[in-house]
């Protein structure tokens, strides 16, 4: 009996999804550019799903394969909530298969090698996959090993926690967070030197810790320390601002210049970098966040950025309003893996993702594309269970607010519902190209 | 969230409801078609039923804005500044309002009493 009702559920899914994408204007079918392109799609996270779905929506005829080993898709923005004790590992884990549409063909394998030259990339199992156009979403890869003694068993012992691996090590997190909070002590926190996605997750991981040991009433007598990896709290300087006020008012202690090195579980030490040498701090929670990089694949290739300051880290070389290839121009990024400044957020693939495919389109077409991606990122940046600022912002550093009623730099209940209630179905949405 | 157009409301919503949603839009259209082809005729409430309606009306509205923040993991502490009240207020308002027109859908009665005319 199990069987048929869960057909019978798919079913009316994707019938409400048929019927919803009729009514947008980006699917009509008869709008449909037709065309034999083959399109490659590497990486089937956010940024792949969401591209590829436009472009099954908007062309006829096109070969689209999307090359992504995982048949789990993990909605990420939710492991802070999971980290928090909010919602269960669960809550984060998807099906990719689901949001793969029907004309796109998956390929479960990792790219090994990228050939722009040869106009072609290689699958680990050694498969050449030829294009003509090639759209790099691989997003970036946790860099944990260059934390001398932190090894991914460790989350949830020790007083240590890191919800970036993983909805279950976002759990564990939050048994290691909860211990904490009953006990209290020294709190550790901070993020890595190098670009990462969703840079609000250290300062929300602080603030949601202050919010338990409160609740539990051991916050007398306990430290929260913030070790900045640079000299500020957030790269955008009236964010910063915001920040450094509130980190006065919830009394945290704060070091810029300090960046995570190495952990000593047994001894419970950290060691910090600093522009004076190492430093170690004791401590009874921390909150370990890796240095991000370009995965292998792409840090390895031609593709990468040769020079400047994405160029260390291998971030792909984009334009940062067209996210074509700056030297490859049948190739775009969108997502983590691009190297540009900020813009590594959900929010940020649902304004890239179109912008990629209307020029790849344009190309076809010969027409061109006037879109430009503007640098929108969004951050609901929980200041509490319950609370949370809506902070969004561009490449320029201007508050761009979506909703002219919502204060960005307000810590109010209704940027929490959205990140509660509004941010996964607004994020599945998008993977179906409808958002 | 910038460009919240119709259509990426309707995609979000039915993300958070399925088929679910369709059903939603089904009964509040006719609703809607029901509600305004009553107000075209006469009708009327029987007064002790009227009483009722409105005390239920009420109870609903209060019962929507208590229980709201504990449906989103949070509590009456959080609720902070014009914005958030004002979110409850409107919360309160369409808890009472539903109530108000189903029962006046469903609950109403033609007023078969003779119109008063002018002597
Ligand atoms: C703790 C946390 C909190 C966050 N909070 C928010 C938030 O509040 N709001 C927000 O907007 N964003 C948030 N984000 C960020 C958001 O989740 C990411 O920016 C988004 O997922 C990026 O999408 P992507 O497709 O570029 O990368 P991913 O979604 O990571 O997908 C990359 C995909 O590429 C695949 N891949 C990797 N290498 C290869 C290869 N060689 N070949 C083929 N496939 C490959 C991977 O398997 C993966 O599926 C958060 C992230 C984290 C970790």
């Known amino acids: 009996m199990d069987k ?19 009514t947008l204007p980006l699917s009509g079918a008869a709008n449909a550019v037709r065309t034999k392109a083959r399109i490659v799609i590497a990486g089937g996270g956010a940024a792949g799903l ?43 884990v998807l099906k990719t298969k689901d949001y793969i549409a029907p004309d796109v063909r998956w390929i479960k394998e990792r790219v090994a090698e990228f050939d722009p030259e040869g106009n072609k990339i290689v699958t680990e199992s050694g498969t050449a996959l030829p294009y003509d156009f090639l759209v790099v979403t691989t997003g970036l890869a946790l860099d944990y090993a260059a934390i001398v003694g932190m090894d991914l068993s460790l989350i949830g012992r020790e007083g240590i926690a890191s919800v970036y691996a993983g909805p279950t090590y976002a759990e564990a997190s939050w048994r290691a967070l909860a211990a904490f909070a009953g006990t209290g002590g020294t709190g550790l926190f901070g993020r890595p030197a190098t670009e990462m996605k969703c840079a609000g997750a250290p300062l929300k991981q602080a603030f949601l810790a202050d919010d338990y040991l409160r609740r539990n009433g051991t916050r007398a007598k306990s430290k929260i320390v913030y070790n900045a990896h640079n000299q500020t709290l957030f790269s955008v300087p009236l964010v910063d601002a915001k920040v450094r006020e509130l980190f006065q008012r919830q009394e945290f202690e704060t070091n810029f210049g300090h960046v995570l090195s190495a952990i000593d579980p047994a001894r419970h030490i950290a060691t910090y970098a600093t522009p004076s040498g190492p430093i170690e701090m004791k401590w009874d929670f921390i909150n370990v966040i890796p240095p991000m990089r370009a995965p292998a694949a792409v840090r390895k290739s031609p593709l990468r950025w040769q020079s400047g300051p994405f ?73 509490k269970i319950g609370q949370a600022m809506l902070v969004e912002f561009d490449y320029d550093n201007n508050l761009t607010p979506s909703f002219p009623f919502i204060a960005p730099l307000e810590e109010h209940w209704i940027p929490w519902v959205i990140k509660e209630k509004v941010l996964k179905p607004n994020y599945t949405a998008m993977l179906r190209g409808l958002a | 969230m910038k460009d919240l157009s119709p259509g ?14 369709w059903i939603l839009l089904g009964v509040a259209a006719l609703m809607l078609v029901f509600g305004v082809v009553f107000l075209f005729q006469r009708r009327r409430f029987r007064q002790n039923r009227l009483q009722v309606v409105l005390i239920a009306a009420t109870a609903i509205g209060i019962g929507a804005v208590l229980i709201a923040p504990m449906l989103t993991n949070a509590s009456f502490a959080n609720i902070h500044g014009l914005l958030d009240w004002a979110s409850l207020g409107a919360i309160a308002l369409i808890g009472f309002a539903s109530v108000l027109w189903m029962a006046y859908i469903g609950l109403s009665r033609p007023d078969r009493r003779p119109l008063r005319t002018e002597p």
């Open chain 2, 8 to 21: 990426t409301l309707v995609a979000i919503l039915h993300e958070m409801f399925g088929f679910f949603l």
């Open chain 1, 4 to 22: 048929p009702r869960l057909r019978r559920r798919e079913f009316l899914a994707s019938a409400g999804a048929g019927l919803i994408a009729a």
């Open chain 1, 311 to 383: 160029a260390a880290d291998g971030w792909l070389e984009v334009d940062r309003a067209t996210l074509r290839h700056s030297r490859y121009a049948n190739i775009f990024g969108v997502g983590d893996i691009n190297g540009v400044p900020k813009g590594k957020t959900a929010a940020s693939v649902k304004w890239q993702a179109p912008v990629a495919v209307d020029h790849l389109i344009g190309t076809i077409t010969g027409k061109g594309s006037a879109e430009r991606y503007n640098g929108y990122t969004s951050c609901p940046l929980i200041t």
């Open chain 1, 50 to 92: 969401a591209v590829a779905s436009r472009l099954a929506a908007q062309l006829d005829g096109a070969e689209i394969v999307l090359i992504e080993p995982s048949e789990e898709h993990f909605y990420q923005p939710g492991f802070t909530l999971i980290g928090a004790g909010v919602k269960p590992a669960s809550y984060s």
